[in-house]
């Protein structure tokens, strides 16, 4: 069954940076689209950016100037790079297709920005 795994995060200081990674157990480019989601406390599962296998990236507004993109097909990994993070960044990351698949949710990676 194909996965998607999710690591990278953690404890950063507002205006730090980090990069989440999400590898796949298969080759990524057989995902048409694949997409970076978060979900913060009491709040909804929201899209954060995506990656289309032609190449065509976007970012949400609230991320854009700050977050990135990219993938890499010798590891089968997609990567957000993230810079000058704020308090509202905090929040579990997921990657999935976009739309996305029920079975591919995992468990996500915490992403906490505080000083």
């Known amino acids: 069954q194909v996965r998607l795994v999710e690591s990278g995060g953690g404890l950063v200081q507002p205006g730090g940076s980090l990069t989440l990674s999400c590898v796949a157990s298969?080759?990524?480019?057989?995902?048409?689209?694949l997409a970076w989601y978060r979900q913060a406390p009491g709040k909804e599962r929201e899209l954060v950016a995506y990656?289309?296998?032609?190449?065509?990236?976007n970012v949400a507004d609230s991320v854009k100037g700050r977050f990135s993109i990219s993938r890499d097909g010798a590891k089968n990994t997609m990567n957000l790079q993230m810079s000058n993070l704020e308090p509202a960044d905090t929040a579990v990351y997921y990657c999935?297709?976009?739309?996305?698949?029920?079975?591919?949710w995992g468990q996500g990676t915490q992403v906490t920005v505080s000083s």
């Open positions: 999935n297709t976009r739309p996305p698949v029920r079975h591919l």
């Open positions: 990656s289309i296998s032609t190449g065509q990236t």
């Open positions: 298969t080759n990524i480019r057989s995902f048409g689209a």
